[in-house]
């Protein structure tokens, strides 16, 4: 079983709609929880990064831990098509500084 | 945000050569830099942490003869990939710790070996 299990898709939505990303882990030592965005042939990016179970918002962002259900999700609002990329859900013991164990990614893609 | 460069962006060498690669941290100080390779539509997988002074740790299965690492520098940390072979064709992704929270990443370098 992989540490972290993440739908690979490929998701394809319409423009405006709400869009949810989802990952699974199997090791309850993971306690920093991130989301990257990663666009083709290049580096992934930060979305959001968060300690503790519950929700964390930033601008169309939210990203969502359930740690008893070892379950993360990210919600995008308003989703466009700028937004078309790989997510990739990623997660540590402590901190950006320990290893990180990344998904495989989703790919999305927002349609106009 | 912090920005992590990386060159080259693309290099296609001969099976059997060496080629190294740079990562840069432009506007920080990087004492640990991470080194990840990432397969087509796969995750990136850690293939070493080094810190500036010391030795690279090399994550279990990666050669450290094969992958030699170099973190001279607070800013600069280069990796080389020793006589290559078609089955290390990748993209090679490096980032930097700022601070102790986050990882900036690079744009990557995709590696094909003939």
Known sequence: ?112 | GAVVSQHPSRVICKSGTSVKIECRSLDFQATTMFWYRQFPKKSLMLMATSNEGSKATYEQGVEKDKFLINHASLTLSTLTVTSAHPEDSSFYICSGLEGQETQYFGPGTRLLVL
């Open chain 1, 1 to 112: 079983q992989k540490e972290v299990e993440q739908d690979p898709g490929p998701l394809s939505v319409p423009e405006g709609a709400i869009v949810s990303l989802n990952c699974t882990y199997s090791n309850s030592a993971f306690q920093y929880f991130m989301w990257y965005r990663q666009y083709s042939r290049k580096g992934p990016e930060l979305l959001m990064y968060t300690y503790s179970s519950g929700n964390k918002e930033d601008g169309r962002f939210t990203a969502q831990v359930d740690k008893s259900s070892k379950y993360i999700s990210l919600f995008i609002r308003d989703s466009q098509p700028s937004d078309s990329a790989t997510y990739l859900c990623a997660m540590s013991a402590y901190s950006s500084a320990s290893k990180i164990i990344f998904g495989s990614g989703t790919r999305l893609s927002i349609r106009p």
